[in-house]
């Protein structure tokens, strides 16, 4: 019993930190319908912030964070007006958008490997290896700060999309383009806007992740299938969708990668992804399939 | 009056639409290609046909295989042309199917000794078999969420093999070393990767003349509407993902032999998959010819790239902004772009 507490703890808090590097992609895909496949190596972008940030000034990663997620909004503003901004008319613009993420996560993943060669790095606050025992359970402290504190991101997420008037302009966006651009929404701009929120997510998560997970440039095609499983089991683009996604899975990859060894862990979110495709393509939030 | 003034204006209409369908007509008729140029293939593959003959001359193992090395992406790239040209599901996880026939024909060679050469077929047909499978799952879902699944495959492939200790885990696979001369030991692969990728191209040239390939345009477009037009759109598609899957399992397992080692890091990477796509986009998807321009254009520069910089992630980064650049600035490839241009040769021209 106290064994399955035990994972179920682990589960919840690593389902923190995916629903939090997920999220971001998320709200890029709702509201801009972009799948951006270059969200993973933008994660690794945060981590190295943090990373550098702590080897070079001693600055803890959590207080790091901001930092990245700044930088990172700084990436997605430049990058949306760069890439993405003209291609918005184009008649195949999803799938469009998938190659040039595509293309943009092999020029991030070779820039980094480039600057930084692909060895594992890990951020070492003294929290990192640290654990706090309650009875029979162990809890990972830097898991638990990880997934708390991606938990109250998100909350201030949701908080910032309910009840900000910005927030009502990007989930009217995500609902109906035109509709939103009708009454009067300056659509470019909040998809230019949300780009960068979701871009600058993805450093936040970063900075997260530098410490719960080893790191090195090439390991975001693992993540890419990683988090696109949880979006797609959520229902694209649906913010709650991905976030039950991201707990239930983890919670699940916790109990199988204990059960069954690491290795299978990781591919439970893969298997996750074809039962999803094979059952309920749309995802568990989603609408029924667009035909685009 | 006013009727009057509308059936002239008509009239003038009619006459100007009769005028500009004639002319129309001329500039087709004046652009019209009289037959293909069969000489030009026919002769290109003579040439590279006679190229092992270069060995008489000297050492000249570099180029052969460079040659070969170009065959076989012509060979995988033709073939996802098939589904991510004309069926227009962009795949990013095909080299799963390269992983499959050279693990199957692998280990056929190293448990029985038998060349892969002999059963490279059988493993195209294994890869056909599995991304029949596959497609029937993956290919009910359109745009975004087929590429991530395609995707997801790719990694499922890749942890499974890793970690299957009976095909060798991620040291994978070594099989027996060639016996011939070292001038002639390319010959062999040489020859049946020239004829895979002879057959891929002629496959991919079959498909886009016949019916089923017309069927595989129009799904392209709306899937719906060629549905109720009478394609059997599912059928359609999860045949096309088979067919493609059987040339690159083919040259997987060519490949496979000739390196003399299976592993997963080398099959079951991304980047084999991000080439086809990028050499498919290059020279111009859902072409004929495109790929063939793609990848013969690619490996040149990728080898350029590899002689001033040597191997490094700065190669991903230049695989990266050329598919950038490319997507950006010329998305329909070369050929493509010539073709609307009006202005490509005739012998590219097999559309």
Do not use: C, H
């Given at each position: 019993m106290s064994d399955a507490l035990q994972i179920l703890i682990l589960g919840i808090t690593l389902g923190g930190v995916y629903a939090l590097m997920a999220s971001g992609l998320t709200l890029i895909f709702g509201v801009m319908r972009i799948v951006n496949l270059a969200h993973p190596i933008m994660i690794i972008c945060g981590a190295y912030v943090a990373y550098w940030l702590f080897n070079l000034y001693r600055v803890d990663p959590i207080l790091a964070m901001p930092v990245a997620a700044v930088f990172m909004f700084g990436v997605g503003l430049v990058l949306y007006q760069l890439v993405f901004a003209k291609e918005a008319a184009s008649a195949k613009y999803s799938e469009m958008t998938v190659l040039l993420t595509f293309a943009v996560a092999l020029v991030l993943d070779g820039f980094l490997g480039a600057l930084f060669s692909n060895t594992q790095r890990v951020t070492t606050p003294p929290y990192a290896t640290d654990a706090i025992v309650i009875g029979d359970l162990f809890i990972p402290t830097a898991q638990l700060y990880a997934g708390l504190i991606s938990i109250a991101l998100i909350g201030a997420l949701v908080v910032f999309l309910q009840f900000t008037r910005m927030g009502y302009a990007i989930r009217a966006t995500t609902q109906n383009r035109t509709a939103a651009?009708?009454?009067?929404?300056?659509v470019g701009f909040i998809s230019l806007v949300t780009f960068a929120i979701g871009v600058a997510l993805a450093g936040a998560a970063g900075a997260l992740v530098s410490f719960v997970f080893s790191f090195f440039p090439a390991k975001h095609w693992e993540w890419i299938a990683v988090l696109m499983s949880l979006v797609v089991l959520g229902g694209m683009g649906k913010l709650m969708g991905t976030i039950v996604g991201a707990f239930a899975l983890s919670i699940v990859a916790a109990f199988v990668g204990t059960y069954a060894g690491a290795t299978w862990s990781t591919i439970t979110f893969f298997l996750a992804l074809f039962l999803v495709l094979?059952?309920?393509?749309?995802?568990?939030?989603?609408?029924?399939?667009?035909?685009a | 009056m006013k009727t009057a003034g509308r059936s002239a204006a008509g009239a003038g209409d009619v006459a100007a639409v009769v005028a500009a369908r004639r002319e129309m007509n001329q500039r087709l008729a004046s652009t019209r290609r009289e037959g293909r140029s069969w000489g030009f293939a026919i002769g290109c593959l003579l040439v590279l046909a006679a190229l092992p003959l270069l060995q008489f001359a000297g050492n000249f193992n570099y180029v052969l295989h460079m040659a070969l090395y170009t065959f076989m992406y012509i060979a995988m790239a033709s073939a996802w042309n098939i589904v991510g040209g004309y069926t227009g599901y962009i795949s990013l996880g095909h080299n799963v199917f390269f992983g499959i026939g050279g693990y199957f024909s692998g280990m056929i060679l190293a448990s029985a000794g038998i060349s892969t050469l002999i059963t490279a077929p059988a493993a195209g047909a294994v890869a056909a078999v599995f991304g029949f499978l596959v497609g029937l799952v993956t290919l009910r879902v359109r745009g975004p969420s087929f590429?991530?699944?395609?995707?997801?495959?790719?990694?499922?492939?890749?942890?499974?093999?890793?970690?299957?200790?009976?095909v060798g885990g991620s040291n994978g696979l070594s099989v027996p070393l060639s016996t011939l001369p070292v001038e002639w030991a390319k010959l062999p692969y040489f020859y049946a990767m020239l004829v895979i990728a002879v057959l891929s191209i002629a496959a991919s040239y079959r498909i886009k003349h016949s019916k089923f390939g017309l069927g595989l345009r129009a799904l392209s477009q709306d899937e719906v509407k060629a549905e109720s037009a009478g394609i059997n759109t599912k059928l359609y598609k999860v045949a096309a993902f088979a067919i493609s899957a059987f040339f690159v399992g083919m040259a997987g397992a060519v490949w496979g032999e000739y390196l003399t080692y299976i592993r997963p890091n080398i099959f079951l990477i991304i980047l084999v998959a991000a080439n086809m796509v990028l050499m498919c986009i290059l020279g111009?998807?859902?072409?004929?010819?495109?790929?063939i321009v793609g990848a013969i254009l690619l490996i040149a520069f990728n080898e350029f790239f590899v002689a001033y910089f040597g191997a490094s992630e700065l190669n991903i980064l230049g695989t990266g902004v050329i598919m950038l650049l490319a997507l950006m600035f010329f998305p329909l490839g070369i050929v493509g772009t010539l073709a609307r241009q009006g202005r490509l040769p005739r012998f590219l021209d097999w559309d």
């Open positions: 651009a009708l009454l009067g929404v300056n094979l059952i309920r393509p749309q995802g568990l939030f989603g609408d029924p399939i667009e035909s | 590429i991530i699944s395609s995707i997801a495959l790719l990694m499922i492939a890749r942890i499974l093999f890793d970690n299957w200790d009976y111009g998807k859902g072409t004929v010819t495109g790929p």
